[in-house]
């Protein structure tokens, strides 16, 4: 399948019929011929790496080499590029058929998402025809920032041929060390329920041909980054038939004594109820509280929901976060936001240093209002969407 010289200033992989043959098939559902051959040169470029890392190259070199588990077909659909994880480090590979290799450009989704960046970045430059691929240069997240061009019409950065490392032996050494490969990464701006099931629907028309380039990076970004939304939007595009399910917590029927999974009273919690009162509004004691675990990577948390009705017909509502533990802590930078329908802010908080508890201002609701409570720290974004 491959050849190891004893100094490995480039390798050259044979891609085998079969991955050929299997790759250009998972390419022909693609929308448009862009996406189809980033869709084959994805799939051909990790199905030809990755069994050369696992086999003839593993024991000293590549333990334990992997997918990452978004590499899938459908990722073609959205941008070119693929990666593969070595215990705690990234390959990104970047697959091109064109015969230029004057420069390496990489989609600004595989280093500027903190999901997706990697520690090195890999040219691999493929020819279909004669059924062969050449890896012929590296350099890593920290260079592409710092060394690297922006072109911010293409949304890729872009790094001349010498200022990469084209002696392949050179990452195989430095794969085995403590190396810092990786710069700072800006955390995501959060992106409610309603945003995506918008974007989706905007996205998922095949005439949109480059999808990626049609809406605000941000926007982008948030979007591809959520698993679901990531497979909802490449298998739309694709014609598959698929729907996006949103879960909405009735508060009108919480009025009702009728309530959705998931929400619960404190005391079905374990927690006694006389420690997690609403602050500051004695009027909340008389009104129907439910709780629900939100799992953080480090802790959880409880979010807090009380429903009153009004004279008027609407209905009030307070939120607020909470540790499981009252004399617990909340970690600094969490944030509670309220969201429209729209995906627009309505009002936020963010917990500071030892603060125990985080609350929105009371608002009210006319029935059949939707709405969405969003928590959120550094990367990780938990959406609640309300139809009261």
């Given amino acids: 399948m491959s050849f190891l010289p ?5 390798l050259r992989l044979e891609i085998s019929p079969e991955i050929h043959q299997e790759s250009w098939q998972h390419s022909q559902s693609a929308s448009n011929p862009l996406t189809q051959w980033n869709t084959y040169l994805n799939q051909v470029c990790l199905h030809t790496v990755l069994p050369w890392l696992q086999a003839d190259y593993h024991s000293n070199h590549a333990p334990n080499a992997t997918a990452w588990s978004g590499a899938v077909p459908l990722l073609g659909e959205l941008v070119r590029g693929t990666a593969i994880d070595l215990c705690d480090r990234r390959l990104i590979l970047i697959p091109d058929k ?6 390496l450009q990489v989609p600004q989704e595989w280093v500027d998402l903190p999901a997706w960046a990697g520690d090195y ?10 059924l062969c691929l050449r890896l012929w ?3 890593t997240h920290a260079q592409l920032k710092t060394l690297g061009t922006y072109d911010a019409d293409h949304r890729v950065y872009c790094l001349d041929a ?3 490392v084209q002696d392949l032996s050179v990452l195989w050494i430095v794969c085995q060390f403590p190396e810092l490969t990786r710069t700072e990464i800006a955390p995501l701006s959060p992106l409610s329920a309603v945003q995506a099931e ?5 996205l998922a028309n095949p005439a949109v041909l480059q999808p990626r380039l049609e809406i605000p990076f941000h926007l ?7 698993d679901d939304w990531r497979q ?3 298998r739309s595009r694709r014609g598959e038939s698929t729907s996006l399910t949103r879960t909405l917590a009735n508060l009108s029927q919480w009025l009702q004594n009728r309530f959705d999974e998931g929400w619960q009273t404190l005391e079905q919690l374990g927690i006694e109820a006389e420690a997690f009162n609403f602050r500051r509004d004695d009027r909340t004691q008389r009104s129907i509280r439910r709780a629900k675990r939100v799992r953080l990577p480090n802790k959880n948390i409880l979010l807090l929901v009380a429903v009153e009705p009004q004279a008027d017909g609407r209905v009030s509502i307070q939120a607020q976060l909470r540790p499981l533990d009252a004399t617990d802590c909340l970690p600094e930078g969490l944030s509670l936001t309220l969201l429209s329908t729209a995906g627009e802010t309505v009002q936020a908080i963010q917990a500071r240093d030892r603060d125990n508890v985080i609350q929105l201002k009371r608002f009210k609701c006319p029935p059949e209002t939707q709405f969405s409570l969003q928590v959120a720290i550094d990367n990780t974004i938990i959406t609640e969407d309300f139809v009261v």
């Avoid at 970045?121 to 004669?130: E, F, G, I, T």
């Avoid at 918008?198 to 905007?202: A, T």
Wanted: aromatic share 10%; charged share 20%; no cysteine.
């Fill in 6 to 10: 004893d100094t490995l200033t480039e």
């Fill in 98 to 103: 064109t015969i230029d290799t004057s420069e």
């Fill in 121 to 130: 970045y890999l040219a691999v430059q493929v020819d279909p025809d004669d």
């Fill in 137 to 139: 240069a590296y350099t």
């Fill in 162 to 164: 010498y200022q990469l």
């Fill in 198 to 202: 918008n974007l989706l629907q905007r």
């Fill in 220 to 226: 982008w970004a948030a979007l591809i980054t959520n």
């Fill in 232 to 234: 909802q939007l490449g």
